[in-house]
């Protein structure tokens, strides 16, 4: 039987019962203890409760009803209106800062529920829990549970080159887990500052910086990191996207690769290889493999679940050189109790069965359609635009004409129903980057993405003359 225990009445008041009984309600629903769609007792039900006649019940309902505060729903009792529902929330900027609904979200990072596996993950989730004994459903080791690290040491050696072994892999909850452990172990080998690359993803930083160690911005050409730049900093830890940096999408060179290896066994220094968005290489040439492949002694390699499968999942891992690896136990076991095992366990099953494999593979020929779907669209629609970087990851980076004023592009885009962020966004204060847009591709489908582009496209083309730049000559 549903109750309504926060409704009370008193024979003694001067109002009626069934003033008193409209008057709880309304101060319930407007506390927020009663919340749009809540089903209410019968009234028969209430009665009872309060011992009043039935027909008091009945009264307040319909002039509740009649108020607009309640509905009786056929087959589903009397319920909290739903036009009661607060405002929805705005949505948030990944970084900062809110954003009405748009029709289309060109933003990254996005989450497309239809691409995760259901039925595989479901499947996965139930080998783990058939087979978890006690030893799995106590507190999980430190580092992770065996079974994983053994498949994370399989599956990344096997598609990224990783060169690691099992006892040298930690499972954490994501990438800013993984990095806030990082910037707690690297003091302790002689760190005291960390590079990142500019432009690059402002969150990141601030994690860093909040961890205690501060940053220093590195240029980012159409090479990658400026090796010699980072030189010249007087850091001795940098943190890099390799594969598909984010968010000009270079993959680093592999002159560049060569002085990255070099600089960190000159300075006994290490890099952070954030392999973010390594699974998914579009592009018809064979894929570059993992940094750390070059130098397992001096690359933390990163990864996580987040792209895959769903954020949701807070799953990651840190493949570490030896020295660095016996830092972040040492962390790990001031801080935590370790990451949640039977996810792990889940996910390992997923990885010994190939079905992540096969997901990837489905995902990848998805996301080839659209990211040429975009670039077809962009030669249509923006006269002069490039899509610069690598085919690779779930987002894009285009390069505007010189001069365009980005700014107002962006907020042009954004009166006709197009949500996208300028590069600027990315970059630290004080430097003026070529304008360009980040274009995250993954959550729409091609459609929607050529509509989204034609859009863009008038917004550009309405641009005042002097502020849509200058186009490239074909």
């Known amino acids: 039987m549903i109750r309504l225990a926060s409704i009370k009445v008193s024979r003694d008041s001067s109002q009626s019962l069934t003033h008193q009984i409209q008057t709880a309600v309304k ?5 927020g203890a009663l919340r749009p769609g809540t089903r209410l007792p019968s009234s028969r039900a209430l009665a009872d409760d309060l011992r009043v006649s039935r027909s008091v019940v009945v009264e307040a309902y319909g002039q509740l009803i009649a108020e607009g505060y309640l509905e009786a729903v056929q087959g589903s009792g009397t319920r909290v209106a739903g036009h009661l529902a607060p405002a929805p929330r705005v949505p948030t900027l990944l970084d900062e800062g809110s954003v009405p609904t748009v029709r289309w979200d060109l933003r990254t990072g996005g989450t497309v529920p239809a691409h995760f596996p259901h039925r595989e993950w479901a499947g996965a989730y139930q080998i783990a829990l058939r087979n978890a004994g006690r030893a799995e459903l106590d507190y999980p080791p430190l580092s992770g549970v065996m079974p994983l690290r ?7 050696g096997r598609v990224r080159g990783v060169r690691t072994a099992p006892e040298q892999i930690m499972v954490v909850q994501g990438f800013a887990h993984g990095l806030a452990l990082l910037c707690s172990a690297l003091p302790r080998l002689g760190v005291e500052k960390v590079a990142v690359e500019d432009p690059g993803l402002v969150r990141q930083h601030r994690f860093v910086q909040e961890a205690g160690l501060p940053t220093v911005p590195v240029p980012v050409d159409a090479e990658g990191i400026d090796v010699a730049a980072l030189a010249r900093s007087g850091a001795r830890a940098v943190l890099v996207t390799p594969f598909h940096q984010f968010p000009t999408g270079v993959t680093l060179s592999p002159r560049r690769r060569a002085e990255l290896v070099d600089w960190a066994r000159r300075s006994d220094g290490y890099v952070i290889e954030d392999d973010y968005d390594g699974d998914f290489w579009l592009e018809p040439r064979p894929h570059p493999l993992a940094l750390q492949r070059a130098a397992p002694d001096r690359v933390v390699y990163a990864g996580t679940t987040s792209k895959a499968l769903a954020p949701v999942l807070r799953l990651g891992w840190l493949a570490s050189p030896p020295a660095v690896s016996a830092a972040l136990e040492q962390v790990r076991r001031e801080r935590d109790l370790g990451t949640e095992g039977l996810t792990q366990l889940a996910y390992a099953e997923l990885l010994r069965a190939g079905t992540l494999d096969r997901h990837l593979r489905r995902l990848r020929a998805r996301y080839r359609s659209r990211r040429q779907a975009l670039g077809h669209a962009v030669h249509r629609h923006l006269p002069g635009t ?3 970087g690598a085919a690779a990851g779930l987002h894009a980076c285009l390069q505007l004409p010189p001069h365009t004023d980005e700014a107002l592009l962006v907020r042009r885009a954004l009166d ?10 990315f970059v630290t204060p004080g430097r003026r980057p070529s304008p360009a847009l980040v274009v995250g591709y993954a959550g729409l489908p091609a459609t929607a993405l050529v509509d989204a582009v034609r859009e863009l496209g008038r917004a550009w083309a309405g641009l005042p003359r002097g502020q849509r730049g200058v186009a490239r000559s074909a």
Request: glycine letters at 8%; charged letters at 30%; proline letters at 0%.
């Open 386 to 388: 490039l899509v610069i």
């Open 27 to 31: 101060g319930e629903i407007a506390e």
């Open 150 to 156: 053994e498949e994370l040491a399989h599956y990344l």
């Open 416 to 425: 006709r129903s197009v949500l996208v962020r300028g590069a600027r966004e």
